[in-house]
């Protein structure tokens, strides 16, 4: 165990995710499979956890059941060491109300870092696609001396309109923060550049405390940590940008260095997999020296290629089973059968998928359990599958879940 401070860290992982549906239409979007054999709450609990970081409070809200039974089942640290991985529902301490945005749902759980008395509170988000060694972060926000420091990662700024985005001096200082700017600020020393925010924080935990109790007794607040709480400490010269091109990660490849995605979209969280799956991939889930963790696999089999059948430029997971199929550009996770004559193109297949004898799947995302039939096709004619699926603006079709096509 490193030598550190004094650090809890909080997920926020209550958002509904609106606008991955279907899939998150029966569960919270950090539980949403991802990369064959993970959720996406995986990416942020492997960082915080391969960092040493193993106090950590997960802020459920929508849907919490499936994510809920997967931190039981595959994050669960010693008891004999006092660390623990906690999912944290909505405890309506403050009266019988939901949270109300992200700095809300801290404040309604303040009774966490009470009993936990930390120095510091690492507050990250449960649901992107990435690398990165939180103790950099909490290292130089301890070296700043500011209330907070806030993850900017450098995008181009004909882009950042997006995000919210951070002005900064040249020691770092956040001088501004912008939701969505029309004409975003450049970086100190990059004019066509620009720090998006991340959405992770790190905050020195008397100061977190007093902002979000002031903001729980202003009614003009939207009480969001990105909307409220940062502006808070921007306007009292207290918050640090913390630039995440500089985070060096153990085994990381030039490629796939300063790797980050929000997979909020269908076409982003389509894009994402795209990413794993080339030779020298965009994202390499092959990283041993900082590994994504997950034990929820099951006791299946090695995945089986029988009959003729072929995998591609793809990832399949254990338990699958190719017989006389065709599998090409895509993420097939556990127990996916593939039977005879079926062609997988560009696709993404979660846990529990069928697709049965003489079957085509293009460029679309099957959820859990999903069964397509004999002869049926998905993702050839857009104009019939838009009667019956999503279609994203990318063009990509995205069948919910336990449905037979």
Known sequence: MRNQPHVLAIVLAGGEGKRLAPLTEDRAKPAVPFGGTYRLIDFVLSNLVNAGYMKICVLTQYKSHSLDRHIAQSWQPSGLTGNYIA???????????????????????RNLIDDEDPDYVIVFGADHVYRMDPEQMVNEHIKSGKAVTVAGIRVPRSEATAFGCIQADDEGNITEFLEKPENPPATPDDPEMTYASMGNYVFTASELVKAIELDGENDKSTHDMGGDIIPYFVAQNQAHVYDFSTNEVPGETERDRGYWRDVGTIDAFYEAHMDLISVHPVFNLYNRRWPIHCTDLGNYPPAKFVQGGI?????????????????????????????????????????????????????????????????????????????RFVVSDGGVVVVGKGIRV
Request: positive net charge; hydrophobic residues 40%.
């Open 311 to 387: 995998a591609q430029s793809s990832m399949v997971a254990t338990g699958s089973i190719i017989s006389g199929g065709t599998v090409r550009n895509s993420v097939l996770s556990n127990n996916v059968i593939v039977e005879e004559g079926a062609t997988v193109e560009g696709s993404v297949l979660m846990p529990g998928v069928r697709v049965e004898k003489g079957a085509v799947v293009r460029h679309a995302i099957l959820d859990k359990n999903v069964v397509v039939s004999e002869g049926e096709f998905i993702g050839v004619d857009h104009k019939r599958d838009r009667k």
């Open 87 to 109: 999912p944290v529902p909505a405890q309506q301490r403050d009266g019988k109300r939901w949270y109300t945005g992200s700095a809300d749902a801290i404040l309604q759980s």
